[in-house]
């Protein structure tokens, strides 16, 4: 093997785990190759998270102005996509030198190109630049990260559908926009195209949207999507897809109702993820492959292979940056002789449709399913005060607390900043304190937090 180049550290993959592994072994000036193919930071801050949110953000100013009820009159008023578009592509820009700079900073060597194994923890990467580098590691890190599923059905790839990637881009408005996908991505996208003017359909092959929430959950969620004029169909089964997105597409389709054609002019996938695991010879490397193609990991994230780690989407481990982020922190803390593991994490999250829908431990379905018992207390939203003040009462609140114990198994929140409701709930369930805590503390009114005094009030023995 010619101009062998040998690393301390390999890291392939800058996403969450792969630029925090590369910036902190690199700032503690050990010697690291952070390779990346792609943009630098991976895909949260680049065509993802942030991107999204800054999108949704957007769409959520145009849809309080277009409220009559805040007084704001405007003689006319229309959406400048392009607008929309130049703000979001500053804050990427901005983003993209700032990892930039931390990453020059760390004194990590950046690799730009694309790995593939030769022999085990040896990689040659193909540089974008042109030419080749090979790299062994002593230590290698995998953050590969995932991409957009694409469905085998009939006429689907052939309509070239777009994913997160073209849709977060767009710098005009579909007149129709087809989602198929009422998971969190293509809600959230759904209800920010709808917002800027598109006609919106969701085309969903389960019974509820939103399918790993509690029924009640996932009809007020329709509720709300129907109150914005997106049309939502479920259980409904695409048989074949005609034509081309951007232009016109024609999608075949049963539901029970019975067979019908949707008829639009652009189409979004986002029905899941595949991790990018296919096309890096990990086999040479005696890296293995679950039955999902995620790669086997044990709960301290090592591979099959020795000193080899994967991190992230690429590892199974749920679908989130800041998952992601916790998953380096196990790996290397470890490293430093720690005792951490991916087993029982307290894992939140937050679908960014407005209002937001979020959630910290188990729902009901879970709990029932699990045979655990639990007290369930729930409140419409608007018993919060604050939503009377903001004209955002929709929504509903529920929490779980154990039978026996006044342990909080699980929260959920479909409301207005949600998020940051099931923060605060989260911190008392990460330091195990009782319910009781929450019902008696004083919170500021008029605040979101001061809605888990009213929540709490009256939890049945
Ligand atoms: C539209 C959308 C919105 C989302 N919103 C949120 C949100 O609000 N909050 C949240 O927590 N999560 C969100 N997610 C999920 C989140 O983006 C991902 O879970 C997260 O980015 C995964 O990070 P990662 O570190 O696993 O990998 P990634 O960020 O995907 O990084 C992997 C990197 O590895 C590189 N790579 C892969 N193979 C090679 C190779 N062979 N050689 C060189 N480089 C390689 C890739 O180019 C990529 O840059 C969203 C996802 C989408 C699609």
């Given amino acids: 093997m010619s101009n062998l180049e040998k690393y301390e550290n390999l890291v392939i993959g800058s996403g969450g785990a792969g630029k925090l592994m590369a910036w902190t072994m690199g700032g503690a000036g050990r010697r690291v190759a952070l390779v990346e193919r792609g943009a630098l930071g991976g895909a949260c801050p680049n065509v993802a998270c942030l991107p999204s949110k800054n999108i949704i953000h957007a769409a959520k100013v145009i849809s309080l102005a277009k409220r009559a009820e805040f007084g704001l009159k405007a003689a006319s008023m229309s959406v400048d996509m392009a607008a929309v578009q130049r703000r979001k592509r500053l804050m990427v820009e901005g983003l993209q030198q700032m990892h930039l700079d931390r990453t020059t900073a760390s004194h990590a060597d950046l690799i730009r190109g694309s790995a593939r194994f030769i022999a085990p923890r040896t990689v040659e990467i193909d540089l974008n630049a042109g030419g080749k580098r090979t790299i062994f590691g002593e230590r290698v890190f995998l953050d590969?990260?995932?991409?957009?599923?694409i469905p085998k059905l009939p006429g689907l790839a052939e309509a070239h559908p777009m994913t997160h990637v073209e849709f977060l881009d767009l710098d005009r408005l579909p007149e129709h926009l087809i989602v198929i996908g009422g998971g969190y991505v293509g809600l959230e996208l759904a209800q920010a195209m709808r917002r800027f003017g598109a006609k919106v359909t969701v085309i969903e092959e389960s019974p509820q949207l939103a399918v790993h929430?509690?029924?009640?959950?996932?009809?007020?969620?329709?509720?709300?999507f129907a109150?914005?004029?997106?049309?939502?169909?479920?259980?409904?089964?695409?048989?074949?897809?005609?034509?081309?997105?951007?232009?016109?597409?024609?999608v075949h389709m049963k539901d029970p109702r019975g067979e019908r054609t949707i008829e639009g002019n652009d189409l979004l996938v986002a029905t899941g993820r595949t991790a990018n695991t296919g096309d890096i010879a990990l086999e040479v490397a005696g890296v293995q492959l679950d039955a999902h193609g995620d790669i086997k990991v044990n709960d301290r994230l090592a591979t099959t292979a020795e000193n080899v780690w994967a991190m992230g989407d690429c590892a199974g481990s749920p679908h989130f940056t800041h998952v992601s982020e916790n998953d380096f922190k196990i790996v290397y803390e470890n490293l430093r002789g720690g005792n951490y593991t991916t087993k029982s994490r307290l894992i939140p999250f937050c679908m960014f449709t407005d209002p937001e829908l979020a959630r910290v431990g188990m729902n009901e379905t879970e709990a029932k399913r699990a045979g655990i018992e639990y007290r369930l207390v729930q409140m419409p939203y608007r018993n919060i005060l604050r939503t009377r003040t903001i004209s955002e009462p929709r929504g509903l609140i529920k929490m779980l607390i154990a039978r026996g114990s006044d342990q909080i198994?699980?929260?959920?929140a479909l409301g207005v900043e949600a998020s940051e409701l099931m923060s605060a709930v989260q911190t008392a369930m990460a330091g195990r304190l009782p319910y009781t805590i929450l019902r008696d503390a004083i919170f500021t009114h008029p605040t979101m937090s001061e809605g888990l005094n009213v929540l709490l009030a009256n939890v049945a023995d």
Avoid: C, Y
């Fill in 144 to 149: 590969l990260g995932s991409r957009a599923s």
């Fill in 409 to 412: 198994l699980g929260f959920t």
């Fill in 227 to 250: 109150d914005e004029g997106i049309e939502v169909l479920l259980e409904a089964r695409i048989e074949r897809v005609e034509g081309q997105s951007g232009n016109r597409v024609r």
């Fill in 213 to 224: 929430e509690d029924p009640d959950i996932g009809a007020e969620l329709k509720n709300l």
